[in-house]
């Protein structure tokens, strides 16, 4: 392990996501500097009390949870995991994303972009510093930011899919047919049915196989008895989906 790397330490009831470096506190006794640097992901280690964590390599959700800043309402992985199933994006897609508010989506679909990249527009510099703090965290290359009013339009070229995550996105969805390739997707994501019906009539002008779902997850307890959780977060927003089948 080398100094300053981003470790997740994971113990039966704690986690701990942290730079390797210095001795770090755990509910269950100190871990040692000196131990972590000597370990590997995927192995185990001990506290001066011998309860032991494994050293594990932080995924993009472990940082998201852990180490991001927030500011404007973020989209879930529950709704970004079907953007990625329902489009069918490629290793090496072109995506544009608006607005990029804390980043959230952008940054998680650049994470499966090996080969890709994700080109986000935000308007308010309120959140392209937030969200640019978020990308440096986040160690992907691959997420370009851009300080622009997305509404003004849309300069990249052959896109495979363009997200919008903004208020008035039917503003926007002639710059996006224009961008994108011939059988690419655009994806609204929209909090509220009024804006569904607004910008589903300004997509019929110009896509087809439009297409609007509503993710509903629910979480089960499963621990003394099987039901599901009586609380937790049921709506979040409907997500659009509509292809460009003809030429600009
Ligand atoms: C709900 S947030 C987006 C959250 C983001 N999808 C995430 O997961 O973190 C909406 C953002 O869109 C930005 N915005 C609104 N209209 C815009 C426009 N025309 N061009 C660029 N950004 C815009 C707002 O400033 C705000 O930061």
Do not use: C
Request: aromatic content about 8%; proline content about 3%; overall charge positive.
């Amino acid at each position: 392990m080398r100094s300053q790397e981003l470790v997740l330490l994971l113990g039966k009831n704690e986690s701990y996501l942290i730079k390797a470096g210095s001795d770090i506190n755990t509910k269950s006794g100190i871990i040692r500097s000196k131990d972590l640097l000597k370990s590997k992901f995927g192995g185990k280690i001990k506290t001066h009390l011998g309860k032991e964590f494994l050293v594990a390599k932080p995924t993009i959700l472990d940082l998201i949870s852990k180490k991001f800043k927030r500011g404007a309402q973020v989209v879930l992985p529950k709704d970004i995991g079907m953007i990625l199933a329902y489009t069918g994006i490629f290793p090496d897609s072109l995506v544009v994303d608006a607005g990029t508010g804390s980043g959230y989506m952008s940054i998680m679909i650049a994470n499966f972009l090996p080969k890709g990249k994700v080109v986000t527009y935000e308007k308010d510099k309120r959140f392209s510093k937030i969200a640019k703090g978020n990308i440096k965290v986040s160690g992907l290359e691959n997420v370009k930011l851009k300080e622009k009013d997305i509404s003004k339009g849309i300069s990249e070229k052959n896109v495979d899919i363009v997200t919008l995550d903004l208020q008035h996105p039917e503003k926007v969805v002639k710059h996006a047919y224009k961008s994108l390739k011939v059988g690419g997707w655009l994806v609204v994501y929209s909090p509220t049915i009024e804006e569904v019906i607004k910008v589903s009539k300004a997509l019929r002008k110009y896509f087809s196989n439009i297409k609007t779902v509503e993710n509903i997850v629910r979480e089960w307890k499963t621990e003394r008895t099987t039901r599901p959780h009586n609380v937790g977060l049921v709506h979040t927003g409907w997500l659009i989906f509509a292809r460009k089948l003809t030429g600009s």
